[in-house]
């Protein structure tokens, strides 16, 4: 069967401090990977998704980046945190346009 | 571009009353719909989908929902909830023609089931 592992659970960071969120997917092969981010009380945004290895689509422009440096392996960076950046962040794949599996999340507080 | 609107930030409820929680979307092409259900400070599950075929979905935990494409809505129905079912609920619309699922969530509805 499919997991979807993420972490760290919870992360307290400073501002301007680098920031590195790991997603890995077992039990499938070329999945479609997507990080998300919810902010306190707001809905799901989507942040990037990747349909294969090195190639990365965003979808708004902000202070992060992505990678995907293998088929199952999906990775969430920043250079330099802002305050803004503190939210729930979320990590998902799926199979086509079909259902997306979710990881638990990354509780993220820069403070 | 597509939009969904969750009308109902939060809905009480009695235990063992029916509830549902309203969702209305907007695409300019075929979608498939989907409502997840979030437990405190965990990831999302999925309750239900509708991809095509018929229009009242059957998902887990005794919840169903309706897809009516005149009025866009896909509205989320339970006919008896359980203390349990306290959580939020995101209801998802999924467009486009590429390969991803890049999915547009609603805001949420928070259920609060009390005895």
């Known amino acids: 069967s499919q997991t979807i592992h993420q972490w760290p659970a919870t992360l307290v960071q400073p501002v301007g401090s680098p920031l590195s969120l790991e997603c890995t997917v077992e039990?499938?092969?070329?999945?479609?990977l997507y990080w998300y981010r919810q902010a306190a009380g707001r809905g799901l945004q989507l942040l990037f998704y990747?349909?294969?290895?090195?190639?990365i689509s965003s979808e708004v422009p902000q202070n992060l980046s992505a990678s995907r440096p293998q088929d199952r392996q999906f990775i969430l960076s920043s250079k330099k945190l802002l305050l803004s950046d503190s939210g729930f962040y979320l990590c998902?794949?799926?199979?086509?346009?079909?259902?997306?599996?979710f990881g638990a999340g990354t509780r993220l507080s820069v403070l | 571009a597509q939009s969904v609107t969750q009308l109902d930030s939060q809905v009480p409820v009695f235990e063992e009353a029916p509830v549902e929680l309203r969702c209305n979307y907007s695409?300019?092409?075929?979608?498939?719909l989907f409502w997840y259900v979030q437990y405190p400070n965990q990831g999302l599950q999925l309750l239900l989908k509708?991809?095509?075929?018929?229009?009242l979905v059957k998902g887990i935990n005794g919840f169903e929902a309706e897809f009516n494409k005149s009025q866009t809505s896909f509205h989320l129905r339970k006919p008896s909830v359980h203390i349990s079912d306290t959580a939020e609920y995101f209801c998802?619309?999924?467009?486009?023609?590429?390969?991803?699922?890049?999915?547009?969530f609603g805001t949420g509805t928070r259920l609060q089931v009390t005895l």
């Open positions: 990747s349909v294969g290895i090195g190639q």
């Open positions: 695409s300019s092409v075929s979608v498939y």
């Open positions: 039990g499938t092969s070329n999945p479609n």
């Open positions: 509708y991809l095509s075929g018929s229009t």
């Open positions: 998802a619309v999924s467009g486009g023609t590429g390969t991803a699922s890049k999915l547009t």
């Open positions: 998902a794949w799926s199979v086509g346009r079909d259902i997306q599996y």
